[in-house]
């Protein structure tokens, strides 16, 4: 089975903090996404990458950043968190190419609240 | 741009009830499609997908949706639910780029 693990389940912040959210794969995927997924306005996507050191802005990339430094490993950087950016935040990853296998994968999310 | 629209936000049923959750996409050419679930507590999981054949496309648990291409329009539907499909539904549709895009969700409330 295809493993997605996030590094919290919880979180809590206070504005202003330097957020780091981590996401590890075990499937050797290449792809990897980062979400928000907040009510009312399903999953939004906020970064993804096709390849280690390699990264493509999503919907909403404004106030993040992220890092790829290992093909299992992406992380989601907020450098100066606000309250606006209390969310779930989900971790997916996805193997190359088209057909049947390709599908994502999510984590568990990381629910952060930014007080 | 392209998107994905999903009409019911909230839909609460009894058990034994029928189901059909709409979803409506806008993308030109090729699209792939899918359902995806989360129960409470638990991550999303896919129900189905689609990427071409059968238009009619079975998945886990006694869910199935169709792919009608003339109305832009993948439903999902499921012809008696149970306590346990109370969850967050999500459309999804990707095209050339393979990114996909998620629709607003659906709650679903089954009550016993």
């Known amino acids: 089975d295809v493993k997605v693990t996030q590094s919290s389940r919880y979180l809590v912040k206070r504005t202003g903090e330097k957020v780091f959210l981590e996401c590890v794969q075990d499937?050797?995927?290449?792809?990897m996404f980062w979400y928000r997924q907040d009510p009312g306005l399903g999953l939004r996507l906020i970064y993804f990458?096709?390849?280690?050191?390699?990264?493509e802005k999503g919907d909403i990339p404004e106030g993040y950043s992220v890092s790829r430094e290992k093909k299992e490993r992406f992380s989601l950087i907020l450098e100066s968190a606000s309250t606006n950016q209390t969310s779930m935040y989900l971790c997916a990853s996805r193997p190359n190419g088209q057909g049947p296998s390709y599908e994502q994968y999510f984590g568990p999310g990381t629910r952060l609240t930014v007080t | 741009a392209q998107s994905v629209s999903q009409h019911n936000h909230h839909v609460i049923l009894s058990e034994a009830a029928s189901l059909e959750l709409g979803c409506n996409y806008s993308y030109g050419g090729t699209v792939n499609l899918f359902w995806y679930v989360q129960y409470p507590g638990q991550h999303l999981q896919l129900l189905l997908k689609?990427?071409?054949?059968?238009?009619l496309v079975k998945g886990i648990k006694g869910f199935e949706a169709e792919f009608i291409k003339s109305k832009f329009s993948f439903n999902l539907r499921k012809p008696s639910v149970q306590w346990s499909d109370t969850a967050e539904y999500f459309c999804?549709?990707?095209?050339?780029?393979?990114?996909?895009?998620f629709g607003r969700g659906t709650s679903l409330i089954v009550h016993p």
């Open positions: 689609y990427f071409s054949g059968d238009p």
């Open positions: 990458s096709y390849d280690v050191k390699m990264k």
């Open positions: 999804a549709a990707s095209g050339g780029s393979y990114i996909p895009t």
């Open positions: 499937m050797d995927h290449e792809n």
